[in-house]
DNA sequence: CTACATTGTTAGATCAGTCTAACAAAATTG
DNA sequence: CAATTTTGTTAGACTGATCTAACAATGTAG
């Protein structure tokens, strides 16, 4: 059974795998916060384990179990983070920190039990895919809301970053999942956004927030 | 803060102090599952972070910091328990186990919550008290079934023992906390206690058992 | 293609938490 | 109270996860 840290890797490799799966030890070692020298045994005991595969001076590659094991520490985050908003009453601001550690817990009726309260959710609430009990994760793909045109009705159903500071941005707006966005214009200086919902009129956004919206057009 | 192993060590100083709040080395490595060597060392370190005093060959002692610190664990424990059972419906008996490792999560508005959404709950379902925020505990003190007479009605409160198969047992004859006991009679030879409660018209409880039942006389 | 920058590895140390073996103090018991 | 048992301590080793310093391989840019 993983260890805390050793499912604390496997999440950011999951979470840092490109199109070939691979990735690099610097950017693992910058997303863990630890050293280079850390990552490089840690690789090794993973692989020891059978998680991934290494080869000196190469980028790492989860195996399949590897990306199971990491879908799975994943969606007891997820499953977390939906019942802490949904039936605890924390903002979706508040609950990373929390999920953080609850993910670690090694009991599955706890997560079932969660999962059946909240009538099984897919998606957490931030917009991201809750993977399923066998770790398969459903890929969505939204727009960004820089890919959109001017006159177009959207729906907020994503973000690329959770930050706390940026959650708190979109609260301090009343941006939250599933409000409806008419994007009034496009500024080709800076790329910024002005769009009206709800009982907002006007709200320019900035190139920085709008490319971490992801919608759905309606 | 207190890291998990030291939370464990502390919840078990707190359960093993005796009226001088003393505990010995070999209790606490056989409560601990660890050597001796192990907990001679775990007090230094935990002496040095002013939680326990210490003195070569003798019984350690929590600090009040100790005492305080150990309480808000259990606290955490305890209101996990209930949590558990009370807002997600699992049994008494499924509980301890994942509270074992809900407890060592960090995050006081977690607790709160839970503490919130139970409408401060003064007792787990296994009617051991919770402590407070302060990590005061009130004392209760119920009888054990073996000190009552015969022909008293009495009900059940508490229990000694917490452990999965002791509580499956109870299950098997659907006795819970609050069922109100008729004491039948009592068997000066192997001091078992025949009872009727509910629409049990006549059970036979053993000593082992018996003592393990904390009552309060109706 | 060589030089420099970036990335990755090795060696060796540290800390927390654990162990066993050997020994010492304290408690018990004839 | 002396002998034995129990309890506690010390020394030294190990594992997991981390670090820094030194070095090696790879990638990049003139």
Redesign the interface.
């Known amino acids: 059974m993983a260890s805390q840290t050793e499912e604390n890797y496997l999440k950011s490799l999951f979470n840092l795998a490109n199109e070939k799966d691979e990735v690099n030890i610097s950017e693992l070692a910058s997303q863990m916060q630890v050293s280079m020298p850390t990552v490089n045994s840690m690789v090794k005991t993973l692989q020891k384990n059978g998680w991934l595969i290494y080869e000196k001076y190469k980028p790492v590659t989860l195996t399949p179990a590897g990306k199971k094991d990491a879908a799975l520490v994943i969606r007891k985050h997820r499953l977390t983070e939906m019942f ?1 908003v949904n ?4 903002g979706w601001e ?1 609950v990373h ?2 999920a953080e ?2 993910e ?4 599955p ?2 997560f079932e ?2 999962d059946e ?1 909240m009538g099984f959710p897919t998606i957490d609430p931030h917009g991201s895919p809750i993977p399923d009990k066998l770790g398969r994760i459903q890929e969505i793909n939204y727009l960004s809301l820089t890919e959109c045109k001017a006159g177009q009705l959207v729906k907020l159903a994503g973000l690329t970053n959770s930050s706390t500071e940026f959650l708190e941005f979109l609260n301090g707006r009343n941006l939250s999942l599933g409000t409806e966005l008419r994007i009034l214009s496009k500024e080709a200086y800076d790329h910024s956004i002005v769009v009206s919902y709800s009982n907002h009129t006007s709200e320019t956004l900035s190139e920085k927030v709008c490319e971490k919206l992801l919608v759905k057009v309606m």
Chains 1, 2 share one sequence.
Do not use: C, N, S, Y
């Open positions: 802490l039936k605890m009453g924390f508040e920190e929390i550690q609850v670690h817990i090694h009991a009726k706890f039990r969660m309260m």
